[in-house]
């Protein structure tokens, strides 16, 4: 690659030459992942992926585009159409990716650091800051051998399928994906998952789903004064990310759960298939419009207040409404400027 190129998606670029007579960047560590520790993957990595997937000229599947879609096809396509950044990321995507990226690079032996995005949630912050300090005592010593950050990229039909594994483990025999939440893992994503996995890694014997459970913990509020603490004083992030991991001392096994797929009991081509024709949905909903799908998940979309001028302009269509009772219920959240002086 041309190193203007390379400064260009990269201005932290640093070429050295390699013991093979090749350049390479200085802070280009293993599995792709950067040295520095502002950064994850290494972005020209990602860059030739990118490339190489245009080049095939063919649409892609991934599960996180297959379960888009079945979400809402408007959120589909303001993700993977029109590629629209969001008003305001959604905190549970600031604080896994987070978590994900964190992870990767402390089993990769990695500094790591927090994104201003974090840095801006204090509160989660400090539980996260927490559950990372627990992991780094318990992890498996296994986890510092794996393959962090696999790629998975085949042809299926008139397809590729696409997708990145979190750690390959015992000589690429066990997957293994990570989850941070309080809730367990979407049962219809993680055989959608592995499926997709086990096609990519043909050697791979099992798939783990590894939850990590995020800590509910609030700062704690100042109390009355008294003799033996005349000057309380409300609770700093920092104190929260102590207390938390000193609660979880002993609670390994509560902070850390494992779901396991075996590969001779999984239908590896049926759930494939499934994935399949719901991406043979994307013609139908495109000659739609991408009509959005209101409901349930409205509640914590990403660009839920582009819907709302959506609803304002054409209104709700009930065809594709699963509780249209929450329609109007939307409407009432944010008044437009427009309806607000229109309603004076």
Not at 76 to 85: E, P, S
Not at 96 to 101: H, P, Y
């Amino acid at each position: 690659m041309d190193k203007a190129l390379a400064l260009k998606i990269c201005p932290d670029f640093h070429p050295v030459p390699t013991d093979s007579g090749k350049v390479k960047c200085r802070f280009y560590g293993d599995d792709s992942l950067c040295k520095r520790p502002e950064y994850f993957r290494c972005e020209l990595t990602l860059y030739r992926e990118d490339e190489e997937r245009k080049a095939l000229a063919v649409p892609t599947i991934s599960v996180s585009k297959a379960q888009t879609l079945l979400r809402c096809p408007r959120l589909y396509a303001l993700n993977y159409i029109y590629k629209v950044d969001p008003p305001i990321p959604a905190k549970w995507k600031v604080v896994g990716r987070a978590f994900s990226e964190c992870r990767a690079k402390i089993d990769s032996g990695l500094p790591y650091a927090f994104s201003n995005e974090i840095k801006s949630l204090p509160v989660d912050k400090a539980r996260l800051g927490a559950v990372l300090r627990r992991y780094q005592e318990w992890r498996k010593p296994e986890y510092a051998d794996a393959l962090n950050e696999i790629r998975v990229f085949f042809p299926y039909k008139d397809v590729h399928f696409v997708g990145y594994i979190d750690e390959l483990l015992r000589n690429r025999k066990t997957i293994l994906e990570w989850k941070y939440a309080a809730t367990e893992y979407d049962e219809l994503k993680a055989v959608y998952q592995a499926a997709t996995y086990f096609k990519g890694i043909p050697e791979a014997e099992r798939f783990v789903l590894a939850r990590a459970k995020k800590p509910q913990q609030r700062l704690k509020q100042a109390e009355k004064p008294t003799k033996k603490n005349p000057n309380p004083h409300d609770e700093t992030p920092i104190e929260l990310e102590e207390r938390i991991y000193q609660e979880l001392a002993d609670k390994q096994h509560e902070l850390f759960t494992y779901t396991i797929y075996d590969r001779e009991f999984f239908d590896i081509e049926g759930t494939l298939e499934q994935i399949y024709q719901t991406a043979k949905l994307i013609s139908a909903y495109e000659a739609a419009s991408y009509p959005p799908a209101f409901g349930m998940n409205c509640e914590n979309c990403d660009f839920r207040p582009y819907c709302l001028k959506h609803l304002t302009n054409i209104g709700c269509n009930r065809k594709f409404c699963g509780y249209p009772q929450i329609c109007g219920e939307i409407k009432k959240m944010k008044q437009l400027p427009a309806e607000a002086s229109a309603s004076k």
